[in-house]
């Protein structure tokens, strides 16, 4: 099986023209994860249906959207963060989710250095978490604080 990337970045907007907008930017990432070989999960594509529904019908329920896309989130290998997430309330909650249970985080900037293929990700993460691990000893050892995370793009 491929790994799974979960595609963060801004969903809503001032307009429905701009919900739209950055729709399709997600769909396009996921266009860019598929071709290094990941299975991506793109919650804007997941739900824009059902969130457009409820935008005219029954008001937007952004924390019940957010919830759902942290349940995904919470079963993908990795994160990536596309343009625009750090004006995002939902993409930095994603973010900060990966962050504290160990989903790697990758950033739009420096994907192509940065995302390893598919075909090369179980030895990538086991290396990521070695690294990771030793971290966490090393500042435990020196009587700090558990290193923070560090994310691998941006």
Known sequence: MNPVMFVSGPYRGKSLAEIEANVRDAARWCGVVKRLGWTPLCPH???????????????????????????????????????????????????????SHGIPVFGHREWKKKIPPAAEWPGWLFNWQRKRSQAAADKKLKGQAEPQEEEQGD
Do not use: K, P, V
């Open 45 to 99: 594509t997941n739900s824009h249906w059902i969130a457009e529904e409820n935008l005219r019908d029954f008001g937007y329920m952004h924390e019940s959207y957010l919830a759902d896309a942290l349940t995904l989130l919470h079963r993908c290998d990795a994160i990536l963060m596309i343009e625009g997430w750090e004006q995002s309330d939902g993409a930095l909650a994603e973010r900060q989710y990966a962050m």
